[in-house]
C-alpha cells in the first residue's frame, strides 16, 4: 500500500472510512485522559475528520497530517474556514480556527514538529495501515511524541482470513507489541458492532471495536 492508494480513493471519493459525525467513542473517553485545557492534540492521518473540529470547539489546539490535499481543503471549505498556508520541510501547513492541516507524509514529521503534543487521536490511522507499516507508524511517528503524550487509539478487531483492508484487524495483543515498550496502556472498552450497524463491514463474521488509552513514559 502508497501514497498514490490513498490519492485515488480520495480523488474518486471512495471515503466510507469518513464519518458524517464526531466519533461518539471520542466524545465518551476523551474526559478520562484529562487533557489540559488549551493543549495541542495530535491527528495522524487525519483525511477531513469532524474530530479536529470536535477538539477545537473544547478548546484544543489541533495537528493533524494527511496526504491528500483533496481532503485538506475540503475539510477548511466544509467549516467555512480559510487557512493561512506556509510550506515547509514537513509539508504545507494550513493554519485556521486553532487547527494546524499539514499536507504531508506523517513519517516525515519528528520530534521537534511533535514537542508540543499532549495528546494524540487515533480511530482510523493505525488501522489503515498493513502490519510492516503499522509498525513503523508505531515504532518510529508514535516514538517522536513527547514524555507524557496520552492518547486514545480506536481499534476494530475481526477474523482478518474473512476479509482484505483496509480496515485492517488489530487484536489487542498486536496494541501491546507495537506500543508497550514505550507506552502504558488501558483497554477502556470493547463493544461488537453488529451486522445492519453502519460501521459493520461486508463479510466478516465477527466485529468489535476496542478502545485504548495510552500514556508515553
Not at 139 to 147: D, K, Q, S
Request: proline residues 9%.
Amino acid at each position: 500500500m502508497n501514497p498514490e492508494f490513498w490519492q485515488q480513493r480520495w480523488a474518486e471519493q471512495q471515503i466510507g472510512f469518513h464519518q458524517a459525525t464526531p466519533t461518539p467513542l471520542l466524545l465518551k473517553h476523551w474526559p478520562a485522559l484529562r487533557v489540559p485545557a488549551g493543549a495541542t492534540v495530535f491527528v495522524p492521518l487525519a483525511g477531513k475528520s469532524l474530530d479536529m473540529a470536535w477538539l477545537a470547539g473544547q478548546g484544543y489546539r489541533v495537528l493533524g497530517v494527511e496526504l491528500s490535499q483533496i481532503a485538506v481543503d475540503a475539510f477548511f471549505a466544509e467549516h467555512g474556514l480559510v487557512p493561512e498556508i506556509e510550506d515547509t520541510r514537513y509539508g504545507r501547513h494550513h493554519r485556521a480556527g486553532g487547527i494546524e492541516l499539514i499536507r504531508g507524509d506523517a513519517f516525515g514529521l519528528d520530534a521537534d514538529l511533535l514537542a508540543p503534543c499532549a495528546a494524540v487521536f487515533d480511530r482510523a490511522a493505525l488501522i489503515a495501515l498493513p502490519p510492516d507499516l503499522r509498525r513503523r507508524y508505531a515504532g518510529e511517528l508514535y516514538a517522536h511524541l513527547p514524555a507524557g503524550c496520552r492518547g486514545l487509539l480506536v481499534t476494530l478487531e475481526y477474523p482478518q482470513a474473512e476479509r482484505d483492508g483496509p480496515p485492517f484487524s488489530v487484536p489487542e495483543a498486536e496494541v501491546h507489541a507495537l506500543y508497550g515498550a514505550g507506552w502504558t496502556i488501558d483497554l477502556l472498552e470493547r463493544r461488537p458492532i453488529p451486522p445492519g450497524h453502519p460501521g459493520h463491514l461486508a463479510s466478516v463474521s465477527r466485529l468489535d471495536t476496542a478502545v485504548f488509552a495510552l500514556q508515553r513514559h
